[in-house]
Protein backbone atom coordinates (compact mmCIF):
# COMPACT_ATOMS: atom_id res chain seq x y z
CA UNK A 1 0.00 0.00 0.00
CA UNK A 2 3.04 2.67 1.02
CA UNK A 3 4.64 1.41 -2.52
CA UNK A 4 0.92 2.59 -4.05
CA UNK A 5 0.90 6.02 -1.93
CA UNK A 6 4.18 6.47 -3.29
CA UNK A 7 3.49 5.87 -6.42
CA UNK A 8 0.31 8.31 -7.28
CA UNK A 9 2.12 11.42 -4.76
CA UNK A 10 1.54 14.59 -6.65
CA UNK A 11 -0.57 13.06 -9.62
CA UNK A 12 -3.88 13.87 -10.53
CA UNK A 13 -4.82 10.20 -9.59
CA UNK A 14 -3.83 11.45 -5.55
CA UNK A 15 -7.16 12.28 -4.45
CA UNK A 16 -6.28 13.53 -0.90
CA UNK A 17 -3.25 15.77 -2.06
CA UNK A 18 -3.30 18.64 -4.35
CA UNK A 19 -1.14 18.24 -7.49
CA UNK A 20 -1.27 21.65 -8.66
CA UNK A 21 -0.11 22.84 -5.39
CA UNK A 22 2.76 20.16 -5.29
CA UNK A 23 3.99 20.87 -9.09
CA UNK A 24 3.49 24.86 -8.88
CA UNK A 25 3.66 25.68 -5.26
CA UNK A 26 -0.14 27.25 -5.61
CA UNK A 27 -4.06 26.36 -6.53
CA UNK A 28 -6.56 28.12 -8.11
CA UNK A 29 -8.51 26.78 -5.03
CA UNK A 30 -6.70 28.61 -2.84
CA UNK A 31 -7.68 27.73 0.85
CA UNK A 32 -10.78 26.26 -0.42
CA UNK A 33 -9.66 23.16 -2.34
CA UNK A 34 -10.97 20.04 -1.03
CA UNK A 35 -7.42 18.16 -1.45
CA UNK A 36 -4.19 19.05 1.31
CA UNK A 37 -1.27 21.64 0.05
CA UNK A 38 1.71 20.06 1.89
CA UNK A 39 3.26 22.82 2.62
CA UNK A 40 6.99 21.69 2.77
CA UNK A 41 9.32 21.84 5.93
CA UNK A 42 12.45 22.19 3.99
CA UNK A 43 13.36 23.18 0.14
CA UNK A 44 15.65 24.70 -1.86
CA UNK A 45 12.90 26.72 -3.71
CA UNK A 46 11.09 29.80 -2.07
CA UNK A 47 8.32 31.35 -3.40
CA UNK A 48 8.08 35.42 -3.26
CA UNK A 49 4.06 35.97 -4.47
CA UNK A 50 2.62 38.57 -6.88
CA UNK A 51 6.36 40.14 -6.32
CA UNK A 52 6.12 41.27 -10.10
CA UNK A 53 4.64 43.87 -11.45
CA UNK A 54 3.98 43.76 -14.82
CA UNK A 55 3.93 48.10 -16.28
CA UNK A 56 1.41 46.04 -19.07
CA UNK A 57 -0.62 45.44 -16.55
CA UNK A 58 -0.39 48.21 -14.43
CA UNK A 59 0.26 51.48 -16.41
CA UNK A 60 -2.61 53.54 -15.95
CA UNK A 61 -2.70 57.57 -16.47
CA UNK A 62 -4.26 59.99 -13.54
CA UNK A 63 -7.35 59.75 -15.24
CA UNK A 64 -7.88 55.99 -15.04
CA UNK A 65 -7.61 55.03 -18.72
CA UNK A 66 -4.42 52.66 -19.32
CA UNK A 67 -1.66 54.07 -20.85
CA UNK A 68 0.64 52.39 -23.90
CA UNK A 69 4.09 50.57 -22.70
CA UNK A 70 5.76 49.28 -25.46
CA UNK A 71 7.44 45.40 -25.15
CA UNK A 72 10.65 46.85 -25.55
CA UNK A 73 10.18 48.94 -21.99
CA UNK A 74 8.65 46.18 -20.64
CA UNK A 75 11.57 44.25 -21.33
CA UNK A 76 13.96 46.37 -19.78
CA UNK A 77 11.65 47.07 -16.98
CA UNK A 78 11.50 43.36 -16.11
CA UNK A 79 15.21 42.93 -16.95
CA UNK A 80 15.86 45.71 -14.43
CA UNK A 81 13.74 43.58 -11.80
CA UNK A 82 15.44 40.50 -12.59
CA UNK A 83 18.92 41.48 -11.87
CA UNK A 84 17.94 43.37 -8.57
CA UNK A 85 16.05 40.69 -7.23
CA UNK A 86 18.61 37.91 -7.84
CA UNK A 87 21.69 40.34 -7.21
CA UNK A 88 20.23 41.24 -3.84
CA UNK A 89 19.06 36.77 -2.80
CA UNK A 90 22.05 35.65 -4.28
CA UNK A 91 24.19 38.03 -2.01
CA UNK A 92 22.32 37.95 1.29
CA UNK A 93 21.56 33.80 1.05
CA UNK A 94 23.76 32.22 -1.00
CA UNK A 95 24.25 30.43 -4.27
CA UNK A 96 20.84 30.34 -6.56
CA UNK A 97 20.62 27.60 -9.51
CA UNK A 98 17.27 28.62 -11.05
CA UNK A 99 14.91 31.54 -11.06
CA UNK A 100 11.72 32.19 -12.50
CA UNK A 101 9.02 34.03 -12.57
CA UNK A 102 5.25 34.04 -14.07
CA UNK A 103 3.72 36.22 -16.08
CA UNK A 104 0.22 34.79 -15.83
CA UNK A 105 -2.61 36.83 -14.87
CA UNK A 106 -4.38 34.60 -12.60
CA UNK A 107 -4.04 36.11 -9.27
CA UNK A 108 -2.57 32.95 -7.77
CA UNK A 109 0.12 32.55 -9.65
CA UNK A 110 0.41 36.80 -11.16
CA UNK A 111 3.89 38.29 -10.97
CA UNK A 112 4.85 34.88 -8.83
CA UNK A 113 8.72 34.60 -8.11
CA UNK A 114 10.66 31.20 -7.75
CA UNK A 115 13.84 31.04 -6.56
CA UNK A 116 15.84 27.72 -6.64
CA UNK A 117 18.68 28.03 -4.12
CA UNK A 118 21.68 25.72 -4.03
CA UNK A 119 21.53 25.22 -0.37
CA UNK A 120 18.19 23.82 1.81
CA UNK A 121 19.63 26.17 4.84
CA UNK A 122 19.92 29.07 2.32
CA UNK A 123 16.09 28.86 1.54
CA UNK A 124 15.18 28.55 5.03
CA UNK A 125 17.18 31.55 6.00
CA UNK A 126 15.75 33.71 3.07
CA UNK A 127 12.21 32.86 3.93
CA UNK A 128 12.35 34.08 7.79
CA UNK A 129 14.29 37.41 6.78
CA UNK A 130 12.46 38.42 3.51
CA UNK A 131 9.21 38.27 5.79
CA UNK A 132 10.24 41.13 7.55
CA UNK A 133 11.04 43.42 3.89
CA UNK A 134 9.58 45.77 1.59
CA UNK A 135 10.41 45.99 -2.17
CA UNK A 136 9.25 49.02 -3.65
CA UNK A 137 7.27 49.94 -1.13
CA UNK A 138 5.00 46.18 -1.00
CA UNK A 139 5.43 43.99 2.19
CA UNK A 140 7.40 40.88 0.90
CA UNK A 141 5.89 37.29 1.81
CA UNK A 142 8.07 34.68 1.60
CA UNK A 143 7.52 30.71 1.61
CA UNK A 144 9.07 27.32 1.28
CA UNK A 145 8.23 25.86 -2.48
CA UNK A 146 7.53 22.49 -3.08
CA UNK A 147 8.40 22.94 -6.54
CA UNK A 148 11.77 22.15 -7.36
CA UNK A 149 11.12 20.49 -11.11
CA UNK A 150 10.66 23.95 -13.05
CA UNK A 151 9.54 21.63 -16.49
CA UNK A 152 6.56 20.10 -14.60
CA UNK A 153 5.23 23.34 -13.75
CA UNK A 154 5.33 25.35 -16.94
CA UNK A 155 2.85 25.26 -19.48
CA UNK A 156 4.52 23.54 -22.82
CA UNK A 157 1.98 25.15 -25.05
CA UNK A 158 3.08 28.15 -24.28
CA UNK A 159 6.61 27.24 -24.95
CA UNK A 160 5.44 26.32 -28.00
CA UNK A 161 3.70 29.49 -28.82
CA UNK A 162 -0.30 27.50 -28.63
CA UNK A 163 -1.69 28.32 -25.30
CA UNK A 164 -5.38 28.36 -25.60
CA UNK A 165 -5.97 29.26 -22.14
CA UNK A 166 -3.84 32.06 -22.23
CA UNK A 167 -2.58 34.52 -19.63
CA UNK A 168 -5.33 32.57 -17.42
CA UNK A 169 -3.49 29.27 -17.93
CA UNK A 170 -3.51 27.40 -14.61
CA UNK A 171 0.33 25.98 -15.37
CA UNK A 172 3.36 28.61 -15.38
CA UNK A 173 4.08 31.01 -18.50
CA UNK A 174 7.27 32.10 -17.82
CA UNK A 175 8.90 35.47 -18.76
CA UNK A 176 12.41 34.98 -20.21
CA UNK A 177 14.96 37.10 -19.05
CA UNK A 178 17.30 39.03 -21.82
CA UNK A 179 19.77 36.51 -23.90
CA UNK A 180 22.71 37.79 -22.15
CA UNK A 181 21.09 38.69 -18.76
CA UNK A 182 22.13 35.35 -17.69
CA UNK A 183 25.44 35.48 -18.77
CA UNK A 184 25.96 38.45 -16.75
CA UNK A 185 24.13 37.17 -13.83
CA UNK A 186 26.55 33.95 -13.84
CA UNK A 187 30.07 35.75 -14.51
CA UNK A 188 28.96 37.97 -11.49
CA UNK A 189 28.98 35.22 -8.90
CA UNK A 190 32.81 33.75 -10.01
Not at 14 to 19: A, D, E, G, I, T
Not at 80 to 107: A, H, R, S
Not at 161 to 174: P, R, V
Amino acid sequence: MAEYLASIFGTETNKVNCSFYFRIGACRHGDRCPRIHNKPTFSQSILLPNLYRNPQNTAQTTEGSHCHVSDVEVQEHYDNFFKEVFTELQEEYGEIEEMNVCDNLGDRVMGNVYVRFRQEEDAEQAVAELNYRQFKGQAVHAELSPVTDFQESCCRQYEMGECTHGAFCNFMHLRPISQNLWQQLRAGTQ
